[in-house]
Structures are given as C-alpha cells and as structure tokens.
C-alpha cells in the first residue's frame, strides 16, 4: 500500500499563494489517483481537486476552479496543489488522498469514500 504525507501549508494573507505538496512512499504513487480535500472547524471534509494516474485528467470543486491547479511528478512520487487568490474561507486542514485505479473517471471521485489512502493533513490558515 501507499503512504501519503502533505507539507506547505501556513499563514498567508488574503489574495495570497501557497503550494501544497503531497509525498508519496510505499508503492509506486503512478498506479494512483489521488486528491485534495479540506475540512474547516466544524465542518465535514470537502472535495478540492483531483488527479488521474497519470496527470491527463484533473477535476475540481467549484468554489476552486480558475484558482487553484492539481498536478503530479510521478518521477518524484508527489502530488502538488497550487493555490491563487487565497480567501479567508479557504482555510481548513488540507488532506492528500490517493485510490489505488488507472481510470480517468476522476470526475467521479469527489467523496472521502472513494479513496483509501489518507495523510495527516496540513494546515492552511487565510487572514483578511
């Protein structure tokens, strides 16, 4: 199986960029879709973005698309989220996911129950 660990999260200023990286050992990650999901306090995790095996089809949510961009080195085993034009209700406890499939129907793949893989997180905090 593979294991997943997030890092780049931090404080950064409304209108701000951070970029998130997911690294993955283990398995070779390139037999793996993976993903972004985030959890504010109180709140359930929410789908971010998500990534085929190998990079040819992305998907996001709709509060994130023109803003933030999914992508993946499988060569360095990671996962990378981009994330412009940071708001204050973009902070949550970002999380790495990753689903063992070559399929490209990642479109499909949006809750926490298709994926088997989990990080532990890493926190995004957005100040006004």
């Known amino acids: 199986q593979v294991q997943v660990a997030e890092s780049g999260g931090g404080l950064v200023q409304a209108g701000g960029s951070l970029r998130l990286s997911c690294a993955a050992s283990g398995r070779t990650f390139r037999d793996y879709a993976s993903a972004w999901f985030r959890q504010a306090p109180g709140k359930g995790r929410e789908f971010v973005a998500a990534i085929s095996w190998n990079g040819d089809s992305t998907y996001y949510g709709n509060s994130m698309k023109g803003r933030f961009t999914i992508s993946r080195d499988n060569a360095k085993n990671t996962m990378y989220l981009q994330m412009n034009s940071l708001k204050p209700e973009d902070t949550a406890v970002y999380y790495c996911?990753?689903?063992?499939?070559?399929?490209?129907?990642?479109?499909?793949?949006?809750?926490?129950?298709?994926?088997?893989?989990w990080g532990q997180g890493t926190q995004v905090t957005v100040s006004s």
């Open positions: 996911a990753a689903r063992r499939t070559t399929a490209q129907t990642i479109h499909s793949m949006t809750t926490v129950h298709d994926y088997d893989y």
